[in-house]
């Protein structure tokens, strides 16, 4: 469950920074300061989190280390094996369906603006 959190978190938050950095690379150099300001100091922020959550990350991952090290000891080669790649693929999962979410999304939106413009 925390992986799941973790990995969420940190797709969020690059997400986000993402959008940020592409709002501040698209700003013109006629747009008001304030905006500048408020764009960067939020790019700061997200930039702090992405940092907290990697840190996160790097916590359940030595979690998962010490759970599994237990785990080995109670399964059997094949079922442990089976327990490794299930805990390896929850993360490319997760990342996968948080992409396909924002895909999605995207062509959500860009089915509405197209229907707006008919």
Same mark, same amino acid.
């Given at each position: 469950?925390?992986?799941?959190?973790?990995?969420?978190?940190?797709?969020?938050?690059?997400?986000?920074?993402?959008?940020?950095?592409? &709002?501040?690379?698209?700003?013109?150099?006629?747009?008001?300061?304030?905006? #500048?300001? +408020? *764009?960067?100091?939020? @790019? %700061?922020? /997200?930039?702090?989190?992405?940092?907290?959550?990697?840190?996160?990350?790097?916590?359940?991952?030595?979690?998962?280390?010490?759970?599994?090290?237990?785990?080995?000891?109670?399964?059997? &080669?094949?079922?442990?094996?089976?327990?490794?790649?299930?805990?390896?693929? #929850?993360? +490319? *999962?997760?990342?996968? @369906? %948080?992409? /396909?979410?924002?895909?999605?999304?995207?062509?959500?939106?860009?089915?509405?603006?197209?229907?707006?413009?008919?």
């Amino acid at each position: 469950g925390d992986l799941d959190k973790v990995v969420n978190l940190l797709l969020s938050l690059s997400g986000r920074l993402a959008r940020v950095e592409t &709002a501040l690379g698209s700003l013109g150099p006629h747009a008001p300061a304030e905006d #500048k300001v +408020a *764009l960067r100091e939020k @790019q %700061r922020l /997200l930039a702090a989190q992405l940092e907290d959550a990697k840190e996160l990350k790097e916590h359940v991952g030595r979690r998962e280390e010490a759970v599994g090290a237990m785990v080995a000891r109670y399964l059997p &080669a094949e079922h442990l094996q089976d327990y490794q790649h299930f805990v390896k693929m #929850k993360s +490319a *999962l997760i990342a996968e @369906q %948080r992409e /396909l979410e924002e895909k999605i999304k995207l062509g959500q939106e860009q089915l509405r603006c197209l229907r707006e413009s008919l």
